[in-house]
């Protein structure tokens, strides 16, 4: 029988955590999708430009953090309460579904460049936290060196 996806009492779904041939991997606190609660606009967005980026790069990139369920706060953070935030992994040249900082030989910013664009084409987005400064339309924000915030209009 099919899985129905979890819900959480808003009627937020969470992200899938494995789809077979998904263009992205997860990550995050807590782990097991629980911090991966999605209002259907940041839903929507992230399945869009993960198919969009399958069709350019074979490499995954990272989906953390979204939202916990019930909308309970992080420790520590005033963001990712709606569904409508995701913190997602700069995109590394070796292709390894680890945490990269911007300034690490590792981290491919052509790439990163290119994933914010998808997110900036489709989907409503508002503001992208990130602190690579030769992107553009991203403002710099305190320890986001190893991945890069999104905010969606809902």
Known sequence: MLEVQL??????????QAPEDAGYYVYGTPGGGAGQ???PTMM???????REWQAIDKRKFGVG?????GGLP?????????????????????????AVY???????????AKL????RTYAP????????????????????DHHFHVKLRG
Request: a negative charge; hydrophobic letters at 40%.
């Open 44 to 50: 929507t967005a992230i399945l869009r430009v993960e």
């Open 7 to 16: 819900k959480d009492a808003r009627g937020l779904f969470m992200l899938p």
């Open 102 to 112: 911007w300034y690490n030989h590792e981290y491919d910013q052509d790439a990163t």
């Open 116 to 119: 914010i664009e998808l997110f």
């Open 74 to 98: 992080y420790k520590g953070h005033a963001t990712h309460l709606t569904g409508l935030e995701v913190d997602v992994r700069p995109v590394r040249k070796d292709g390894q579904e680890t």
């Open 125 to 144: 987005v508002i503001l992208v936290y990130f602190n690579d400064n030769k992107i553009p339309f991203v403002t710099h924000m305190l320890d986001h």
């Open 65 to 69: 953090n979204i939202s916990r369920a």
């Open 37 to 39: 609660y999605a209002h």
